[in-house]
Every structure is written in C-alpha cells, then in structure tokens.
C-alpha cells in the first residue's frame, strides 16, 4: 500500500518561496505509468492541481501557476518537491501529494499539509 507524507513548514513570509517535500512509502516513484501530483485547497475552495512530475522525470505545470513553480524528485530519497516562489497571501492553502494512475485517476493521497503565508 503507497502512502505519502507532505513535509515543510507551516508559516512562510510573502515573497519567500514556498517549499515543500513529499515522501513515499511502499511503492518507487519511478514505477512505470505513474505519474505524481501537487495539489491545494485555498480555505474555502475547491481542490486546484498546480503540476506533476512523471515516473519518467518530465514535468506538467498548470498554466495559471507555470512561472513560479517547479517540481522535481530526489529518487535515491524517493521524494519529490515542489516549489511555489513570491508567495502572497493567495498562497495559503492545505498542501497534498497525490498519485495520478494511468487512467487519470488520483489513487493516493497524502494527508495535506497546512501553509500559511504572513508576514
């Protein structure tokens, strides 16, 4: 069973950049068809993919966010990152990892975590 953990910190100032690490157990990041997913839920809205990473290593950026988003992966670690700079307040969100299967669907998903952008 693949699970994965989102891990970074809690609070970050406007203009900083935004880093987050997702961490997955039980299955390699590199496993054909795969492909591996940030997501946020600003309070009170719905879910918006922002990019993924593929078992392969290309990347997909939405369109709205592509200028100042950047994901990659560490394979040795099996993690991948995300990475979101001049963060504003529009920033703030819950944060998941996700694994998108070969049929388009999110199969797994880590538990979110919160970020909050304040000076």
């Known amino acids: 069973q693949v699970q994965l953990q989102e891990s970074g910190p809690g609070l970050v100032k406007p203009s900083q950049t935004l880093s987050l690490t997702c961490t997955v157990s039980?299955?390699?990041?590199?496993?054909?068809?795969?492909?591996w997913s940030w997501i946020r839920q600003p309070p009170g809205k719905g879910l918006e993919w922002m990019g993924a990473i593929s078992y392969s290593g290309s990347t997909y950026y939405s369109p709205s966010l592509k200028n100042r988003t950047a994901i990659s992966r560490h394979t040795p670690k099996n993690q991948f990152t995300l990475q979101l700079t001049s963060v504003t307040p529009e920033d703030t969100a819950v944060y998941f990892c996700?694994?998108?299967?070969?049929?388009?669907?999110?199969?797994?998903w880590g538990r979110g975590t919160q970020v909050t952008v304040s000076s």
């Open positions: 996700a694994r998108v299967g070969g049929w388009g669907d999110f199969n797994a």
């Open positions: 039980g299955g390699s990041i590199t496993t054909d068809h795969y492909v």
